[in-house]
């Protein structure tokens, strides 16, 4: 038995293939590790963006160095930077510049301290904060061009609400929108209007997510609520700021469609900002070849000023 057992396995042995030698080879797992697995699901979006983003970018640029024809709509032949030269001795586009400058200057931090300042309001416990919190969200989920609408009837200097109850006090007629500097004003309180909500949410999801053991131990030292303020809160809220600055600052050089719809650039361009101008002297007055110079010129500009603002807010938060 122990014979025939042995002669068995022997036979087994022999008629099994060898490892490496014959049989059908294992195919062999290609690990690809943590950045090949992340680039393979990020590609589909890539090429989304590629298509959505990149296309418009270079065709735009295309369209710049050529002479646009309107017969065939398409770029008919290379003109160089004769478009720019073209767009930079434009007296409306310079205006339009610093109108989008002044709008910008003005804005931007007022709807930081604004927006900042109510969201420590809202964070602290009183009855009704509930209730105003959801009344901020109102400005900021309406339409743009819904919000420059109803705030230019409102802004009417013969029917426009404001005035009627500016009138029952002895002020007005007031040109809201006549007024070149108050169009201005006018401009910048609607956009604060609209805008401020989305600060106020930034700053509100910073705040809550502060430690609270610095503030036990700052009181426990016998810091006051100013010096907490300054040397403790401050700080810490120093890359929320700049975060919030910086979405803001990209959101509001798109102004458009308020502007569009509440002054319509007017009066006389004293609130037609860049975006607009570009809009008229392409759609409107069919100069496509200098719209696009204006645009590329301005996505330039836009781009390094975020590149310094990006390496200001990393210097305040190694400094802080």
């Known amino acids: ?98 109108v989008t400058a002044v709008y910008l200057v003005i804005a931007l931090p007022l709807q930081m301290v604004l927006g900042f300042g109510l969201a420590f309001l809202l964070n602290v416990e009183w009855r009704g904060r509930g209730l105003l919190r959801a009344l901020f969200l109102i400005p900021m989920v309406v339409a743009p061009v819904v919000a420059g609408g109803v705030w230019r009837m409102l802004l009417d200097p013969l029917w426009g609400v404001v005035n009627y109850t500016l009138g029952l006090v002895g002020i007005g007629p007031v040109e809201w929108i006549g007024d070149p500097t108050l169009a201005m004003v006018s401009l910048i309180l609607i956009d604060t209007w609209r805008w401020t909500p989305f600060v106020v949410l930034i700053a509100s999801a910073g705040i809550m997510a502060l430690p609270s053991d610095v503030y036990e131990a700052a009181r426990s030292d016998g810091a006051g609520r100013l010096q907490i303020l300054r040397h403790v809160t401050i700080p810490l809220l120093v890359p929320v700021v700049a975060a919030a600055f910086i979405v803001r600052w990209l959101g509001a050089v798109k102004m458009f469609d308020i502007a569009l719809a509440a002054t319509k650039g007017g009066p006389g361009q004293a609130t037609d900002v860049v975006n607009l101008y570009i809009y008229e002297k392409g759609f409107r007055g069919l100069e496509f070849g200098s719209a696009s110079s204006m645009a590329t010129l301005v996505l330039l500009i836009t781009m390094i000023i975020t590149y310094f603002l990006f390496r200001l807010s990393r210097r305040l938060e190694n400094r802080w």
């Open 1 to 98: 038995m122990s014979a025939l057992r042995t002669r068995s396995s022997r036979a087994g042995a022999a008629s099994a293939p060898a490892r490496g030698t014959g049989g059908s080879p294992r195919p062999r797992r290609i690990r690809l590790g943590e950045p090949g697995t992340a680039w393979i699901f990020m590609t589909p979006a890539l090429v989304l963006l590629a298509g959505m983003l990149l296309y418009p970018i270079v065709y735009t640029l295309w369209v710049s160095f050529s002479d646009f024809d309107l017969a065939t709509f398409q770029p008919a032949g290379w003109v160089g930077w004769h478009n720019y030269q073209v767009v930079l001795a434009d007296p409306g586009f310079l205006q339009s510049l610093k």
